[in-house]
C-alpha cells in the first residue's frame, strides 16, 4: 500500500425527504443569498425546484435561479453563473441535478473567486486554492460529484473537455434522496450504473499490489452494481435499491476505493475526448471503450484481471487457459453493459471513421501507458 491522504469533508445527509433541512443546511454555511443551479425539465416539472426554493427562503436567505446547465456542461454556461454571482452578491452555491449541474456550480464557484478566466484552471495553467461554499441536491447517481474533488467542464469554443482536480472543490454537503432518482429515464439510469463502475475500475486496475481492504471494497463495489443495476431499470422505485445505487456513486469517487495505490484514468480520458467531440453521454461512452481498453491491456497484469474474473464475475479459473479466464470475464462486462442498454461498439455510439486519428491524440495510463496508436488499436477493439 502506498502512502496517502484521505479528505472528505463533505456533509452527506442521506434518506427520505431530506431535501426539505436544505434551508437549514445553507443557514448553517452562513448562507445570506442562494444561487440554485439547475438543469431545467424534471426539476421545474416535479415542483422540487419550487420547494428547495421555499425551503431555503424560510430560513430568511434570499435565492436567484440560475438555470440551462447541460449535460457536458459548457464553461460558457459557467462565465454566466459567475457574472450573475458577482452581480448579485451571491455568496453560496447550491446545485439541483447530477454532476454536470454540481461541476457548473464547481466552476462558477471557482471562478467567482479569480480575477482570471476560470477556463485557466482546466488548462491547468493555474491551480484553484479556494472555491465559494458549494452544496448539492443529487437527482441522478452516476458522477459522485456530490463528494469527489473533480469537476469537468467543455469548451465549445474549442471542442475540447477538460477536468480540474483539487480537495478545494469538494462541497460543504450533499442531500441525498434516492426517491428523487425514481423517474430517471431508464437509459440515464444505466449511464450511472456505468459511470460508477467505471470510477471503480479505474481506482482497482493498478500495478500497486498487496492492498487487499482496498480491492475488496472495489470488488464489493462492482458485484453491488452488477446485481442492482438491472434492478433499479426493471424496478425504478425499489427505494432500496436506488439507495444502494446512490450511495455507491459517492464511494467509488470520493477516492475510498482509491486509497493506498496509483489509480488509471485512461478509459475516462479517451471518453473526455469522444463527449467533446459528439457530446455523447458519458456512461455511454465509457460502456464502449472498458471492454476494448481490457483487451488490449491485461496481458501486462494477468494476475490483477484473473482476480477480477474470479472475484467480481464469478468466472471459473481454466489453469490451462488463463486468458481464457480473463476473455470470459471481459465478454461478460460488455454483455452486461449491453443489457442495460448501452452502446457497445463505436458504430453505435456514433463515432465516425474520420475522426479517429483526432481522437488519438493522447498520452495516458497506469496499467500500461498508451499513446496515440495504442488508442487507435483500442478504438480498433471497440469496433
Known amino acids: 500500500m502506498n502512502n496517502f491522504t484521505f479528505y472528505c469533508p463533505t456533509k452527506f445527509v442521506f434518506g427520505k425527504d431530506q431535501e426539505k433541512n436544505v434551508g437549514k443546511l445553507c443557514a448553517e454555511q452562513g448562507a445570506t443569498k442562494v444561487l440554485i443551479v439547475y438543469g431545467g425539465g424534471s426539476v421545474v416539472r416535479s415542483g422540487l425546484l419550487d420547494r428547495v426554493r421555499q425551503y431555503i427562503q424560510d430560513e430568511g436567505i434570499a435565492t436567484v435561479d440560475f438555470g440551462g446547465a447541460q449535460p457536458n456542461p459548457r464553461v460558457e454556461h459557467v462565465r454566466e453563473g459567475i457574472e450573475i454571482v458577482k452581480r448579485e452578491g451571491v455568496d453560496f452555491l447550491l446545485a439541483i441535478g447530477g454532476g454536470s449541474v454540481i461541476d457548473t456550480a464547481k466552476g462558477i464557484g ?142 467509488s469517487h470520493n477516492n475510498t476505493v482509491g486509497v493506498g495505490r496509483i489509480q488509471d484514468s485512461a478509459c475516462h480520458r479517451i471518453q473526455v475526448m469522444i463527449g467533446a467531440k459528439y457530446d455523447s453521454a458519458h456512461g455511454a461512452g465509457l460502456a464502449t471503450i472498458c471492454p476494448a481498453w481490457m483487451k488490449y491491456v491485461y496481458k501486462n497484469n494477468m494476475p490483477r484481471f484473473i482476480r477480477y474474473a474470479t472475484k467480481v464475475w464469478g468466472v471459473d479459473y481454466d489453469p490451462y487457459d488463463p486468458e481464457a479466464t480473463v476473455l470470459e470475464a471481459i465478454r461478460r462486462l460488455k454483455e452486461f453493459n449491453h443489457s442495460l442498454g448501452m452502446p457497445v461498439t463505436l458504430a453505435e455510439l456514433g463515432v465516425k471513421d474520420e475522426d479517429i486519428d483526432e481522437l488519438c491524440q493522447l498520452n495516458v495510463g497506469h496499467m500500461q501507458e498508451l499513446g496515440p496508436d495504442d488508442i487507435r488499436q483500442i478504438y480498433e477493439l471497440a469496433r
Open 110 to 251: 471557482i471562478g467567482a473567486l479569480y480575477d482570471g478566466d476560470v477556463w485557466d484552471y482546466f488548462l491547468r495553467t493555474k491551480n484553484p486554492t479556494v472555491m465559494m461554499p458549494v452544496g448539492a441536491i443529487v437527482t441522478i447517481a452516476a458522477s459522485g460529484s456530490e463528494g469527489s474533488s473533480s469537476c469537468v467542464l467543455n469548451n465549445d469554443a474549442l471542442k475540447v473537455k477538460s477536468a480540474c482536480n483539487n480537495d478545494c472543490i469538494r462541497p460543504r454537503f450533499a442531500i441525498m434522496n434516492p426517491e428523487l432518482t425514481y423517474t430517471l429515464p431508464a437509459y440515464q439510469t444505466a449511464c450511472g450504473v456505468v459511470d460508477i463502475m467505471m470510477h471503480t475500475h479505474e481506482r482497482y486496475f493498478t500495478p500497486v499490489q498487496d492492498n487487499e481492504f482496498t480491492d475488496e471494497f472495489c470488488e464489493g463495489l462492482l458485484r453491488t452494481m452488477i446485481k442492482l443495476g438491472p434492478k433499479a431499470i426493471s424496478d425504478p422505485y425499489n427505494y432500496n435499491v436506488r439507495a444502494q445505487i446512490m450511495w455507491a456513486g459517492v464511494m
